[in-house]
């Protein structure tokens, strides 16, 4: 068999792998996050640690999986909008990272929840979802999904050994291909909210609504005495 030259194609490169980083250049964002991977302290410790677990570049992502595969450690790749954090949230996250050792999260950015979900979302700003997550236990690293990244770009750099997704995410045909492509396995989990954002931002609305109603009511009847 010849060696891997990190030029292959993703149907060449084997799933489980990390995606060689842009023509074979280390990214120098990623040495000082490495001097921290140790299992003392660093990306391995309870407290957030914003600075070092959140991560821009996914080149760099892809040289940190490979230095946690070196560890040993099996890698779990979960994404999703995380507006709102509720319990719902938690529960996922410490479901997805129970499928390995080392969870790695992307989050959707302004734009593409937008995108998807309309101008009014969403309702906490990216940043702020970004270090949100970074609280939760159990995740290692976080990055932000942008609303133009060719599709599965998150996933093509980090090469989890297992993918986390609710059943809504992927097509039958896209999860078959993703298992023979991109990563070991796709491992299916139900929402775990007993209300969704979406439903606690439209009660929300409906409670100030009534408020309102309520007030204008209120004043009418004073000036009618």
């Known amino acids: 068999m010849q060696p ?3 030029n292959e194609t993703p149907e060449e490169r084997p799933a489980g792998t990390a995606r060689p980083t842009d ?3 280390a990214d120098p964002s990623v040495r000082p996050r490495l001097g921290v991977m140790r299992p003392d302290g660093g990306v391995f410790e309870d407290a957030s640690n914003f600075e070092e ?8 992502i892809s ?4 230095a946690l595969r070196v560890l ?19 529960r996922y996250l410490e479901a997805a990272r129970k499928f390995g050792d080392f969870l790695i999260v992307g989050v959707d950015s302004d ?3 937008r995108r998807r979900k309309g101008p009014g979302r969403p309702a906490v700003p990216e940043a702020e979802r970004l270090r949100m997550v970074t609280h939760q236990r159990g995740v290692g690293l976080v990055t932000l999904k942008n609303a133009d990244d ?7 750099a980090v090469r989890p050994d297992v993918l986390v997704a609710t059943k809504e995410t992927y097509r039958p045909e896209e999860t078959a291909e993703l298992e023979s492509k ?12 007993t209300i969704s954002t979406s439903a606690r931002l439209r009660l929300l609305v409906l409670k100030q609504v009534r408020q309102l109603l309520a007030d204008a009511e209120a004043g009418d009847e004073g000036e009618d005495e």
């Open 4 to 6: 891997k030259t990190g």
């Open 23 to 25: 023509q074979g250049a």
């Open 53 to 60: 677990r959140f991560v821009p570049s996914y080149s760099a």
């Open 63 to 66: 040289q940190i999986v490979e």
């Open 72 to 90: 040993g450690l099996k890698v779990v790749l979960t994404s999703g909008t995380f507006d709102m954090l509720h319990e719902g949230h938690s």
């Open 111 to 113: 734009e593409k929840v």
């Open 150 to 156: 060719p599709r599965w770009a998150l996933i093509d």
């Open 182 to 193: 991109y990563c070991g396995r796709v491992e299916i989990l139900e929402r775990m909210a």
